[in-house]
């Protein structure tokens, strides 16, 4: 298979998807029966600030568009808050929307957490002892409907749970299945051993999408020995391995110093497995830049490019979706945000209309 960077073509000028009252982030897309295109996103308002807003507030919306690459418009709330006494009843995030014997799946994290929702009146700030509370009840689920407008059954219990002794101790999130013909399932996630201590990511499976779910492989190390330092995972199956695009937590612009794979800082890294438990680094590491070209010529470097998706047409891949901010949403306002889509080699290029 040829390097995944080299299969990116430039992308489309606009955003995907975006909204002026809200922030926009995640995206993960499927075709209806109808050819309807539906991207199932993640949104929050915009009066929180982008981080951790996000954790307190996110919900899960359904978008359409006639095309792969977009535009979208937002059509309904799919997955809304409903109390504290569910433990998915405060925040939904990271969809993860795919299909499978007539079923629509959408996987996704849950948070519940007590008290006020976070605002102007209730601030809550990256790394306080609230915020780290309610990191750490970030749980995977699924959500099933016979279409993709609803109605949806939300499950009662988490899909798949941390292990308390092990090192995926804190949370299970960013789910990312691969789901076989027979309905098995290869699925990648993230979580870390405590609060503070670096991200990693590892894989479970299941003879079915439903579970139970057994732990596979993680958390995935590199050459060396070290524990990869990767969020954000895209797992797909492809040319008889598996493969993976995740972002890399450390890394420079302009070398590949000893422990910094793909060679850009927050840049994404390319990763395959015959067995979905070992994992190796792609020849070409370096799978996603945050330098973009975009369709009309222009090229832009962006702050954040994360949340990568694949759109899958005939089996094969034919474009990517990422979340992208202007501006480092660390920094406090990352000016535009939303989702970018890029096609890839053999799809068609997108309008610039």
């Not at 809200?22 to 050819?35: F, N, Q, V």
């Not at 990191?135 to 941390?162: H, M, S």
């Not at 732990?215 to 060396?224: C, K, L």
Request: charged share 20%.
């Amino acid at each position: 298979m040829p390097a995944f960077a080299s299969r990116i073509l430039p992308a489309c000028p606009q955003l995907a998807l975006e909204d002026p009252n809200h922030w926009i982030w995640c995206g993960s897309a499927e075709r209806g029966d109808d050819g309807t295109w539906h991207l199932f996103a993640s949104r929050w308002s915009k009066r929180l600030p982008f981080h951790p807003g996000w954790l307190f507030s996110s919900t899960i919306v359904r978008c359409e568009s006639d095309r792969p690459e977009g535009p979208y418009r937002v059509v309904e709330e799919v997955l809304p808050p409903r109390g504290s006494g569910f433990w998915d009843g405060r925040t939904t995030h990271n969809p993860a929307i795919r299909r499978h014997g007539g079923k629509w799946l959408l996987f996704y994290l849950g948070v519940s957490y007590e008290g006020p929702e976070a605002s102007a009146e209730h601030p809550v700030l990256h790394a306080s002892e609230r915020y780290h509370c309610v990191w750490n009840r970030k749980r995977i689920g699924v959500a099933v409907a016979d279409d993709p407008r609803g109605p949806w059954t939300r499950p009662d219990r988490p899909l798949f749970e941390p292990d308390p002794h092990g090192w995926d101790a804190t949370v299970t999130t960013n789910p990312s299945p691969w789901i076989h013909a027979d309905g098995s399932v290869l699925m990648a996630y993230k979580s870390r051993r405590a609060s503070g201590k670096p991200l990693h990511i590892g894989t479970a499976r299941a003879a079915h999408w439903s579970g139970p779910y057994e732990r596979w492989g993680g958390p995935i190390a590199g050459p060396d020995g070290s524990l990869l330092p990767i969020e954000d995972p895209f797992l797909w199956y492809e040319d008889g391995e598996y493969q993976m695009i995740a972002k890399e937590m450390t890394g420079r612009w302009d070398a590949l110093p000893k422990g910094r794979w793909c060679g850009e800082h927050h840049g994404a890294l390319h990763l395959c497995s015959a067995d979905g438990k070992a994992w190796r680094i792609a020849d070409q590491p370096l799978a996603l830049t945050r330098r973009i070209v975009l369709a009309d010529g222009r090229h832009e470097t962006l702050a954040n490019r994360e949340r990568p998706s694949l759109i899958f047409q005939g089996g094969r891949p034919t474009h990517l979706l990422c979340a992208t901010t202007q501006h480092d949403f660390m920094d406090g306002d990352p000016g535009r945000a939303g989702i970018m889509v890029w096609p890839l080699a053999g799809a068609p290029m997108p309008s610039l209309a």
